[in-house]
């Protein structure tokens, strides 16, 4: 049996922020019989902001559909569906905020699945397999650069153009047409021994040579990974790119021991390629020939003085032809993990490290000062309840509840949308409810857990009074519901989609409650335009509440609803209860979250997220009937 000891990192380098995302976690099916290890580095560009929102909505999105299909006898068709919605969730993003505009990223994505490994890259990131001390780069670099190093090994070597940068992107992230996206349908068979690199292209600093002398001295992957970014900042490289290196040590089932946690502060990376060194590859499936490419046309270089520069594509060369994903960045531990049926000696939790998306710093009255008001109480409700709502109570230690009143709404979108899942827009009618007036807070879900025996997720150094929980799977929201149904003597439980919906909308009907538009200060979201920290939720009822005196239902973290995943409302009831059957493998998620972009967080926005899982950007409020 093979285990893999996994630790990752970044440095800045000599620039003044970080562009980089990544992420190490654990992708396991509902019933937890199979696990494997996902691991992505996406690389921004664009400037400051704009390569931030890039990469860190790149790793988001790409987890999230591999979460959610995970497992698959198709993996590489998954990464390639990952790879295509990480792109789309750009496209929506740039079209919603037009100061976006440039964005865009490198990813390089690994799935080790048993002794398998498999990934699926765009750009110029690495992925390097280190094995009897020799180093071979298994994915393939869409650079300039990378072109002609490949035209050369096929014995067709190319005059450079005159004026075009070896590091010009030929591939990326940027919402448009991805040119070409390497994932080989054959695994890389691992042995115990490997040592597996992923990294942005700031590691190009170090030769192949240093590169293996640190990998064969660390004791660790931790070791490894210090050592590599210490080597980097040694080098003293000027205008030194920021740099993101993740270390897997593939060791025998004795091997390894859980390590101490990395001390290093992973963040997100803008990076400027090398030349390909071009190693031999070995392990993996054959790839045919790349075709001749287009002749890159650089679009204006990056104002961040980086020498990446995405190319798009324009007139062929003359070759006959062819076109061419809680956060805390900090104490994370790097743990021995088991190929599956290994049991529970360890597990990893998710990992995404990033920086603000905002090229400036918070306002005073933004994220600096959750600290200070980290023990405050819940604030008290600002807006002013339409009739008959506002009424607010708390049952014996439970969540502070409001009344909404009976009625009536459209729920959905009209068959003018192209949001299918939206459709057909139906009338519901309610009867009187309450739902919890804030997203479940970490204080009162630990309550739950501490009586039952069940484990509080980890949440770093948040406030627990003051902060929503999150990494807590739909299963385990509907256990609170129980425990507090019992703990209180009255009937809780999870909202139905209508009622969330009913709810969230506030008694409006445009896009948001508060207008059409996303705004600026209205909620937590990526491109919400607040200054606060991205990387994490926001304390509960930062922002106004909406006309029902309901806090937080959009932004700040996602959540869960009772209702089983159905493509779309055909056959939906209409009296607010329960939606019944569809795929209860996937629960309903509604609200989008502090990741996700302002389109997630329309009233009548879908999405679906698989029950027995759980996220950082996942967490949920109750209701009760009188």
């Given at each position: 049996m093979l285990t893999f000891d996994i630790a990752g990192a970044q440095i800045d380098g000599a620039r003044d922020y970080q562009e980089d995302a990544f992420l190490i976690t654990r992708l396991s099916n509902s019933s937890g019989e199979r696990s494997a290890s996902l691991v992505i580095v996406a690389d921004g560009?664009?400037?400051?902001?704009?390569?931030?929102?890039?990469?860190?909505?790149?790793?988001?999105?790409?987890?999230?559909?591999?979460?959610?299909?995970?497992?698959?006898?198709?993996?590489?068709?998954?990464?390639?569906?990952?790879?295509?919605q990480a792109n789309n969730s750009i496209t929506e993003t740039v079209r919603e905020t037009a100061a976006l505009k440039g964005m865009g990223c490198t990813l390089v994505a690994t799935v080790i699945d048993d002794h398998e490994l498999r990934w699926v890259s765009v750009g110029d990131s690495h992925l390097y397999l280190i094995r009897d001390g020799k180093v071979h780069k298994k994915n393939a670099d869409h650079s300039y650069g990378g072109f002609l190093a490949r035209m050369a090994e096929q014995g067709k070597p190319i005059e450079p153009e005159a004026g075009f940068s070896r590091n010009m992107l030929m591939s990326a992230l940027t919402g448009d047409e991805i040119a070409d996206i390497d994932c080989p349908d054959t695994a890389l068979e691992l042995q115990a021994g490997d040592r597996i690199v992923i990294a942005s292209d700031g590691l190009d600093t170090l030769s192949h040579g240093k590169l293996a002398s640190h990998l064969e001295k660390g004791a660790s992957a931790k070791e490894c990974v210090d050592a590599l970014l210490k080597a980097v900042q040694d080098a003293r490289m000027p205008r030194q790119d920021n740099t993101t290196v993740i270390v897997v040590l593939v060791g025998e089932k004795s091997e390894f021991k859980a390590r101490p946690a990395a001390t290093a502060k992973p963040r997100p990376t803008l990076a400027t390629a090398a030349p390909g060194a071009g190693a031999t590859n070995i392990g993996a499936a054959t790839r045919p020939p790349p075709a001749p490419a287009p002749k890159p046309i650089p679009r204006e270089p990056e104002r961040s003085g980086s020498g990446k520069v995405i190319a798009v594509l324009g007139v062929l060369l003359a070759l006959g032809g062819g076109g061419t994903y809680w956060y805390f960045s900090s104490q994370q531990p790097a743990l021995e993990l088991p190929a599956p049926g290994g049991g529970d000696e360890a597990r990893l939790e998710p990992i995404i490290n990033e920086e603000a998306l905002?090229?400036?710093?918070?306002?005073?009255?933004?994220?600096?000062?959750d600290d200070a008001t980290a023990d405050a109480a819940p604030p008290a409700v600002e807006a002013t309840p339409r009739q008959g709502t506002g009424e607010t109570f708390a049952d014996g230690g439970g969540p502070k509840m409001v009344w909404l009143p009976a009625g009536s709404y459209q729920m959905g979108s009209p068959d003018s949308s192209a949001d299918f899942s939206e459709r057909p827009q139906h009338l519901v009618r309610l009867p009187r409810f309450a739902i919890s007036q804030y997203e479940i807070t970490i204080a009162e879900y630990a309550r739950f857990a501490a009586a039952t025996g069940r484990k509080t997720p980890r949440t770093g150094d948040l406030d627990r009074a003051t902060h929503p929980v999150f990494f807590v799977s739909w299963d385990d929201a509907l256990a609170y519901t129980k425990w507090l149904s019992k703990h209180t003597g009255k009937s809780?439980?999870?909202?139905?989609?209508?009622?969330?919906?009913?709810?969230?909308r506030g008694g409006t009907t445009e896009s948001y409650w508060w207008g059409r538009d996303i705004g600026?200060?209205?909620?937590?979201?990526?491109?919400?335009?607040?200054?606060?920290?991205?990387?994490?939720?926001?304390?509960?009822?930062?922002?106004?509440?909406?006309?029902?005196?309901?806090?937080?239902?959009?932004?700040?973290?996602?959540?869960?609803?009772?209702?089983?995943?159905?493509?779309?409302?055909?056959?939906?009831?209409?009296?607010?209860?329960?939606?019944?059957?569809?795929?209860?493998?996937?629960?309903?998620?509604?609200?989008?979250?502090?990741?996700?972009?302002?389109?997630?967080?329309?009233?009548?926005?879908?999405?679906?997220?698989?029950?027995?899982?759980?996220?950082?950007?996942?967490?949920?409020?109750?209701?009760?009937?009188?």
């Open positions: 560009m664009g400037g400051h902001a704009a390569g931030n929102v890039a990469s860190n909505m790149a790793v988001q999105t790409f987890n999230k559909h591999l979460t959610s299909s995970f497992p698959s006898d198709a993996m590489s068709t998954v990464l390639r569906e990952a790879v295509l905002t090229g400036e710093a918070p306002p005073e009255d933004s994220a600096a000062d809780y439980r999870l909202p139905s989609e209508a009622e969330w919906e009913y709810a969230a600026a200060g209205k909620a937590h979201c990526f491109a919400c335009d607040t200054g606060l920290d991205p990387r994490q939720p926001t304390r509960i009822g930062r922002f106004p509440a909406n006309p029902y005196g309901v806090y937080d239902t959009a932004g700040n973290v996602e959540e869960w609803v009772y209702d089983c995943y159905h493509d779309n409302y055909e056959g939906a009831p209409g009296d607010g209860s329960v939606f019944e059957g569809g795929d209860c493998g996937n629960r309903v998620v509604r609200g989008g979250g502090f990741s996700s972009g302002p389109k997630a967080l329309r009233s009548a926005t879908r999405s679906k997220f698989p029950a027995g899982s759980s996220n950082d950007s996942i967490g949920f409020r109750v209701v009760r009937d009188e």
